[in-house]
């Protein structure tokens, strides 16, 4: 078998909540081996006409498993991954964003630090935003990640990285676009390149797992901020942009005995919670991704990108299609209709 090795710089464009066993932030290749994973499965699932058992096989087969049943008992990977350094992070305090940091919640009837919002979890509140567990990784960290991949499997896992690049994100919030990260070719190695695996957003509410990028009529379903000099206040707009957006669908109580049109977005909801799904202990993770990227046109600048990578909820939440096709489609309208964002193809 003839392996290729194949070589980038990684480099963070905001914060990263990587922790390790002590949720210390440190750079780690497990993670890494995940987020390769998740973006592997998007980046094949159409040509496996989206089976999930014909992808779970292909890909324990290329990643290695201890599970497959048609299979030797276990498989090593193919595919290895190696972090020039296991490095800690730097980013022992949090910086203070001040009064210019925080936004309004109108239905908290407060003012609240961006970051705690978008970020709560690794950042609690104490007399201001703290991290919960030292330190974090900071932005502008990188380190040299290095691959060796079977040569007739390099095309895919190189589109699967230009994926990662394009839309990519690592560790805690990261939905929420921390940990977003950037991937450049070093020594040689090609180019990133590849075509974006589109579906159109109401076919991916067939299955219940994150297999494409939605689409509709006009393209890729994705919306760009404008430009800004610092993650600060890219954060702040992020955060105002998805308060306004939550709040354009009203809840129907605490405690309710069903499902408000919100609830499908994400759930738990904080002081909002379904009887039923909460004993169960259900989760929906959002499937409405932010991205930090870094300005084609000037690498010093960044914008935030919101892109959606539609999936029905599981069976468990007894999902409601139809509303919940309602629900996303003024979603789509609502981003459509925000001054402070533009509609993006690529």
């Known amino acids: 078998m003839t392996i290729r090795k194949l070589e980038y710089e990684v480099s963070f464009l905001i914060p990263a909540f990587l922790g390790n066993a002590e949720q210390a932030g440190q750079w780690r290749t497990p993670p890494f081996k995940a987020l390769l994973r998740q973006w592997w499965r998007v980046a094949v699932a159409e040509s496996l006409q ?35 350094n296991w490095k800690h992070g730097t980013m022992g305090s ?86 977003s990260l950037s991937i450049v070719p070093v020594n040689g190695t090609p180019t990133l390149q590849g075509d974006l695996p589109l579906r159109n957003w109401e076919e991916c509410l067939t299955l219940d797992w994150v297999h494409a990028l939605g689409k509709d009529e006009q393209g890729l379903l994705a919306w760009q901020t404008k430009p800004f000099d610092d993650w600060r206040m890219l954060v702040k707009e992020l955060a105002e942009i998805k308060i306004w957006l939550l709040t354009r669908f009203p809840f129907t109580g605490k405690n309710a005995s069903y499902p408000a049109q919100r609830h499908w977005l994400s759930y738990p909801v904080t ?15 959002n499937s409405l991704r932010f991205k930090i990227r870094h300005d084609p046109e000037n690498r010093g600048q960044l914008h935030g990108l919101i892109f959606h990578m539609p999936c029905l909820p599981p069976p468990d939440f007894n999902p409601d299609k139809e509303t919940i096709t309602n629900t996303w489609r003024q979603v789509h309208d609502f981003l459509s209709q925000n001054q402070n964002l533009t509609r993006v193809q690529e």
């Open 50 to 84: 989206y089976d999930f058992a014909r992808i779970r096989e292909a890909e324990g087969r290329l990643f290695g498993h201890a599970w497959l049943e048609n299979d030797k008992p276990a498989r090593k990977s193919l595919v290895l991954l190696r972090l020039d």
């Open 94 to 179: 949090w910086p203070d964003l001040g009064g210019d940091g925080r936004v309004k919640h109108p239905e908290l009837g407060m003012r609240v630090g961006a970051d705690l919002y978008l970020g709560f979890g690794p950042l609690v509140n104490k007399h201001g935003t703290v991290l919960k567990c030292k330190p974090a990784i900071q932005a502008g960290d990188r380190a040299r990640l290095s691959l060796a991949v079977p040569a007739e499997k390099v095309s895919v896992i190189q589109h699967t990285l230009w994926l990662i690049d394009r839309f990519g994100t690592i560790g805690g919030r990261s939905r929420n676009g921390w940990g």
């Open 271 to 285: 002081k909002h919670k379904i009887a039923e799904w909460d004993e169960a202990g259900l989760r929906i993770p």
